[in-house]
């Protein structure tokens, strides 16, 4: 066997391994992520007069308002992200927290991170990093090992066997 061939063989054998255990990529995302985002939102809610302080300082107006939001879509997106439940939309809302977030909070650090001369490089900012594995699970989705798929299964063989009645149906 050349060597062409051996790479062949070790790249096959390494493309079966990872294809069976690819699923684990976005549980573990979810779970850490979305670990992350609870108790960063249960954090809000424990020291909310803090936090609407921070908002104001920002310039976010209706900083009471937009603190209990964030506070509740972390929380309850956290979960949400564990769970691998509506993966999607709830990553698509806290996706939005890490925008304004780098866009406030954060620009100062994030902007100069990507300076020639920083100490610190892009992914050293969180907002930036969480953002990334965000848009991740937008774009890819929650998983085989998720609510989401099963959700998917269970309408979706709901809607095989009510297709099956339908008088179009053979």
Not at 104 to 113: E, N, P, V
Not at 126 to 139: D, I
Not at 142 to 165: M, N, P
């Amino acid at each position: 066997m050349n060597f062409r061939e051996s790479l062949h063989r070790v790249n096959g054998l390494v493309e079966n391994i990872t294809g069976k255990l690819a699923s684990i990529a976005p549980l573990a995302t979810r779970i850490v992520i979305g670990l992350a985002f609870f108790q960063a939102g249960t954090g809000k809610f424990r020291h909310f007069e803090n936090v609407v302080g921070f908002f104001q300082g920002l310039g976010i107006p209706f900083p009471t308002f937009h603190a209990g939001l964030v506070a509740s879509m972390e929380t309850v997106g956290g979960i949400m992200l564990i769970l691998g439940l509506f993966t999607r939309f709830f990553a698509s809302g806290l996706s939005i927290t890490m925008v304004v977030a780098l866009l406030t909070a954060d620009t100062a650090d994030f902007l100069a991170s990507w300076g020639s001369a920083a100490e610190t490089s892009p992914t050293d900012v969180t907002a930036f990093v969480f953002l990334l594995f965000l848009l991740w699970l937008v774009f890819f989705g929650a998983g085989k090992l998720s609510l989401d798929t099963l959700l998917r299964r269970i309408l979706g063989s709901e809607q095989a066997a009510a297709g099956s009645l339908s008088p179009d149906s053979p």
